[in-house]
Nanobody, 121 residues
Framework: QVQLVESGGGLVQAGGSLRLSCAAS????????MRWYRQAPGKQRELVAS???????NYADSVKGRFTISRDNAKNTVYLQMNSLKPEDTAVYYC???????????????WGQGTQVTVSS
């Protein structure tokens, strides 16, 4: 099995920073693209940022210049550095990854359980 576990969420004032982490564990052969999504109350889940196995990054327009996605392949971990946070960034943030398991040589898509980020004004 593969598990994604997020950490680093919390409560922060507007203008502040948080760093989210997501560690993948289990019987992993390879990880390709890793992503961060978020879902605010009453809204659809949206893609915030992604990073490919070759470290090509992509961002939602709403977070460009404020958020930075990175990864540590040795640790099977993806990070999301969030700066200049705004109240509208308040959401549950989910990690998502394309993973190939050792036992099943096909790509599967996995989700973490989510971590709450609350930005107060």
């Amino acid at each position: 099995q593969v598990q994604l576990v997020e950490s680093g969420g919390g409560l922060v004032q507007a203008g502040g920073s948080l760093r989210l982490s997501c560690a993948a564990s289990g019987s992993i052969r390879s990880i390709n693209t890793m992503r961060w999504y978020r879902q605010a109350p009453g809204k659809q889940r949206e893609l915030v940022a992604s990073i490919t196995g070759g470290s090509i990054t992509n961002y939602a327009d709403s977070v460009k210049g404020r958020f930075t996605i990175s990864r540590d392949n040795a640790k099977n971990t993806v990070y999301l550095q969030m700066n200049s946070l705004k109240p509208e960034d308040t959401a549950v943030y989910y990690c998502n990854a394309d993973v190939m398991r050792r036992s099943i040589p096909t790509w599967g898509n996995y989700w973490g359980q989510g971590t709450q980020v609350t930005v107060s004004s």
